[in-house]
């Protein structure tokens, strides 16, 4: 057991890649799996209450959070250069109580809007929605302490307890309910979600302690806040906008078109998810290695490792995305059932937008992991911008097609449009060619 605990806690970055993408891959197949048994044996309205209700728990964990994670990745590992320990016990203090303030406020302005807003919705969404609140603080913390083991560089504990293990034991539960027969409603998935959450969060807590907590116990803390504060805001704007225009589409489609719509759209997601994982994976691999590199002034070893990793993104993310181009729709419904074959013209547009973003590689982590994210802010609020006007009409007139290609174009956009920032203002380059 302590040889594989070693193993998972190698600080590399072959082995942080390494175990990262497998993790991810890992990740990506429960995650899949569960959409297919989810779409299976719950009715399309019902799985499209689920999504809707896990979304809103996404995004309400965003001002819960307030960017604070990649704050912990980017300043533990530059603390862990000057190795200032006492730096990094204040920043974890002030992490961790703004989350529970925040959470706290969350839950006060649930209450109140109760009474007036989604109490009146059917019972069954209010029953979803009030067991989903259980899941806020969970992802919160979870966050902080999965940021926390990335900035060590321990990106494989990082990584394992809330990707792979959660939804292995998301999996786990919905095939024991099937077992017994026991009815999947949307009320009851999200229950699943609270308890593979939370084992994953107790795991998690116990390789942070291990590895620095009980490391720090004594040692006074050191606070940096108006510094701190400064930089959280640019942060809490590129995370808040990324978590929301991806999830901005869920609510756009169930006011304008339909809440099977909802479900149909997160099929399409799913897969194209799939291309885009090797993206994911190495991003959060590398993201503590860039920032080292950054704060050492290597700037050969910063052009190499983004460089090396773009081409790995795309080796991995080009057969991916052409299984999904070619023999897509055979594999939606052969998976997913003949009442999801709509999703796959959506998820071949959405694919075809993952690959060029392949293609750039890392641009925005470079941005964010080397003190240039303001500029990754602008640019994100005005992708925000454009999704919001670009989303409705296209909705509108093309239902889930026009999500996928407002989603998709507004992507690639994005990414050209920072490759030729950094080229030109950081001289270097992450794409592929």
């Known amino acids: 057991m302590s040889k594989l605990f070693n193993f998972l806690s190698k600080r590399d970055i072959k082995s942080a890649s390494a175990g990262s993408v497998i993790i991810k891959f890992g ?13 299976r044996y719950m009715s399309v309205a019902d799985l499209g209450y689920y999504v809707l209700v896990f979304t809103t728990m996404t995004i309400l964990a965003v001002p ?13 590992s ?7 320990r006492a730096s990094i016990k204040g920043l974890l203090i002030k992490s961790n109580r703004f989350v529970l303030f925040s959470t706290l406020a969350i839950y006060a302005l649930a209450f109140i809007t109760y009474f007036f807003w989604w109490g009146n919705y059917e019972s069954a969404m209010v029953e979803t929605i009030l067991y989903g609140f259980i899941l806020l603080p969970i992802l919160g913390f979870s966050a902080l302490r999965a940021a926390s083991l990335r900035g060590l560089k321990l990106v494989i504990l990082a990584e394992l307890p809330d990707t792979l293990l959660r939804n292995l034991w998301f999996t786990l539960l919905i095939v024991g309910a099937i077992l017994f027969k026991f009815e999947l409603t949307p009320k009851y998935a999200i229950i699943f979600q609270v308890i593979a959450a939370s084992f994953s969060f107790l795991l998690g ?24 504060l400064k930089q959280t805001i640019p942060f809490s704007i590129n995370s808040g906008i990324q978590i929301v225009r991806s999830k901005l589409l869920s609510y756009v489609l169930v006011i304008f078109g339909s809440i099977e719509a909802v479900a149909i759209f997160d099929v399409a997601t799913r897969g194209a998810n799939l291309v885009a994982f090797t ?14 590199a950054f704060e050492e002034g ?4 910063l ?27 055979t594999l939606v419904v052969l998976v997913f059932g003949e009442a999801y074959g709509a999703s796959y013209f959506p998820l071949l547009i959405l694919c075809l937008g993952q690959l060029m973003s392949s293609m750039v590689g890392s641009v925005g982590l470079l941005l ?44 690639i956009l994005q990414n050209l449009l920072l490759l030729r920032y950094v080229r030109k203002h950081l001289k270097i380059n992450t794409a592929i060619f």
């Open 368 to 411: 964010s992991m080397t003190g240039n994210q303001k500029v990754f802010s602008k640019s994100n609020i005005q992708m925000l911008v454009l999704h919001v006007i670009g989303s409705i009409p296209m909705v509108i007139y093309f239902d889930v097609v026009g999500a996928a290609l407002i989603f998709s174009v507004l992507l």
């Open 298 to 301: 290597n700037r050969e070893r």
């Open 27 to 39: 990740s990506a197949f429960f995650a899949f799996l569960n959409a297919v048994l989810l779409a």
């Open 205 to 228: 807590f116990g390789f942070l302690n291990n590895k620095l907590l009980k490391h720090i116990k004594s040692i006074p803390p050191v606070y940096h806040s108006k510094e701190w």
């Open 78 to 84: 530059k603390y862990e250069v000057s190795k200032d």
């Open 64 to 76: 819960a959070t307030m960017g604070l994670p990649n704050l912990l990745t980017r300043y533990i």
């Open 303 to 329: 052009q190499s490792i983004v460089k090396k990793t773009g081409r790995l993104i795309f080796l991995f993310s080009l057969p991916v995305a052409l299984l999904f181009i070619f023999g897509g729709k």
């Open 279 to 292: 993206l994911n994976a190495l991003n959060t691999a590398i993201s503590p290695f860039v920032s080292s």
